[in-house]
């Protein structure tokens, strides 16, 4: 047990069982730091290992935190993912108990863990007090991701073509999704990685509508050239702003490589946008690499601006 100067005490331990009390800690946890920062800790593939996979790859620390009325709160998380590659590390504490060096141990307990291969981290709220953490346990900033958002309405006209035909999913496209997701992202960690079953828990969540998955193919051969995943809750018949998905997402856009050079990057992206402008949602936002010029100006260029930027640690693992 860690004692503070307000007399706030914690312990960490790591969990062998993901049981329902320990999945309410880290979604609470990471809800108050939404909350406080407007962005969560997990990313989405973090909240889908937790839902579809546990422990299975993966291990998990609770740090528990004692106030001077003498009672235990959740205080914070950490989970670190073994992604293959790397290992995948998300830290979270809770804002009303943070500065006690909680952050620290919970990062310690992990790292001292984390073997055979470098260590990344993310930070996707506007809590600078990451850095400094990161700083202190060895991690340095190696990537950057940029957020880019417009408003649903006012988009450029959509475009028809008589050589390309853009339909909704079904599922006979798995095999030529997979194919051209793998060598559309083959240098992308996260999203290059997308196997059958990662495509199937994805498919699995609340938000997933195959309309919203839009394929591009050849007019004449039918051949899949390639596709837009858009993501939002919203359904049509929702009402108001604060209805569930009153934003949408440019989720993944898919060129086959042998399709490179037709047009059809853009021919999807504005397919998509009108798709979500058409269910009714307010913004639709983006995710970009902060080094991808071609891209963001692209979406620069389709009125999409910069609005957050999330940075990504890396370093490298223990070898104890």
Do not use: C
Not at 58 to 64: K, V
């Amino acid at each position: 047990m860690v004692e503070t100067r307000d007399t706030t005490t914690f312990t960490v331990r790591e969990v062998a069982d993901l049981d329902s009390r320990a999945r309410d800690d880290v979604t609470g946890v990471d809800a108050d730091v939404r909350t406080t920062f407007g962005g969560g800790a997990l990313d989405e593939a973090g909240h889908r290992h937790l839902e579809h996979r546990g422990l299975e790859g993966a291990r998990l620390w609770l740090a528990a935190a004692t106030g001077p009325d003498g009672r235990a709160r959740p205080g914070g998380f950490a989970f670190l993912r073994d992604t293959g590659a790397e290992h995948d590390l998300t830290l979270a504490v809770r804002p009303a108990v943070a500065g006690h060096g909680i952050g620290t141990a919970l990062a310690e307990a992990a790292l001292a863990d984390a073997t055979g291969g470098r260590v990344v981290a993310w930070r996707h709220t506007t809590d600078e007090r990451a850095d400094r953490l990161a700083a202190r346990t060895g991690f340095a900033v190696v990537r950057e991701l940029l957020v880019m958002e417009r408003p649903a309405t006012g988009l450029p006209p959509a475009v028809e073509r008589d050589d390309v035909r853009i339909r909704a999913f079904t599922p006979d496209d798995r095999d030529d999704l997979l194919r051209i997701n793998a060598a559309a992202f083959a240098h992308h960690p996260e999203q290059g990685a997308m196997d059958e079953r990662d495509l199937a828990e994805r498919m699995a969540q609340d938000w997933f509508d195959p309309a919203g998955l839009l394929v591009a193919e050849d007019a004449a051969t039918r051949a899949v050239l390639g596709f837009h995943w858009t993501k939002t809750a919203r359904r049509p018949g929702d009402a108001g702003p604060e209805g569930p998905g009153a934003d949408g997402e440019v989720y993944v856009v898919g060129v086959a490589p042998e399709a490179q050079g037709r047009g059809l990057g853009k021919l999807l992206t504005l397919a998509g946008l009108h798709h979500l402008a058409s269910w009714g949602v307010e913004r639709i936002e983006l995710y970009v690499e902060g080094d991808n010029a071609t891209a963001r100006a692209v979406y620069a260029g389709l009125g999409f601006e910069v609005v957050a930027t999330h940075v990504q640690y890396a370093r490298a693992a223990s070898t104890a």
